[in-house]
């Protein structure tokens, strides 16, 4: 998000959810309102997470950063209804959904303003 402020690309950036504390509600009202989140997570199984489109984790680090963008509160993710979509990086089959339980897994979570 600096590195954006710093070339032009946005006015800055503002801290809407602390890391390992992610506000379901937060986050919807920011995503409802027209704004990605940039955030990540430690322990994203991103081998699988590519080949399933659901986020899961490993016990080893993998760190990632990406962009929620949507949020669904009738989508079945595994066991779970609910949840948060990201187009990540990757592009193509890299896009994947979270249920708003593994939320409270994020980085820190930041919209650009």
Same mark, same amino acid.
């Given at each position: 998000?600096?590195? !954006? @402020?710093?070339?032009?690309?946005? @006015?800055?950036? $503002?801290?809407?959810?602390?890391?390992l504390?992610?506000?379901?509600?937060?986050?919807?009202?920011?995503?409802?309102?027209?704004? $990605?989140?940039?955030?990540?997570?430690? +322990?994203?199984?991103?081998?699988?997470?590519v080949?399933?489109?659901?986020?899961?984790?490993? $016990?080893?680090?993998?760190?990632?950063?990406? &962009? #929620?963008?949507?949020?669904?509160?009738?989508?079945k993710?595994?066991?779970? #209804?609910?949840? +948060?979509?990201?187009p990540?990086?990757?592009?193509g089959?890299? &896009? +994947?959904?979270?249920?708003?339980?593994?939320?409270?897994?994020?980085?820190? !979570?930041?919209? $650009?303003?």
């Amino acid at each position: 998000m600096k590195l !954006q @402020k710093d070339m032009g690309l946005s @006015k800055g950036y $503002a801290t809407v959810g602390a890391a390992l504390r992610a506000n379901v509600d937060v986050l919807k009202y920011w995503i409802a309102n027209g704004r $990605a989140i940039t955030t990540g997570s430690t +322990f994203g199984d991103w081998r699988n997470i590519v080949k399933t489109g659901v986020y899961s984790e490993r $016990a080893t680090a993998a760190g990632h950063c990406w &962009q #929620v963008t949507e949020y669904d509160d009738d989508r079945k993710i595994g066991d779970d #209804v609910g949840g +948060f979509y990201s187009p990540n990086s990757w592009g193509g089959t890299g &896009q +994947f959904w979270m249920s708003y339980k593994n939320a409270i897994r994020l980085f820190t !979570q930041y919209i $650009a303003l």
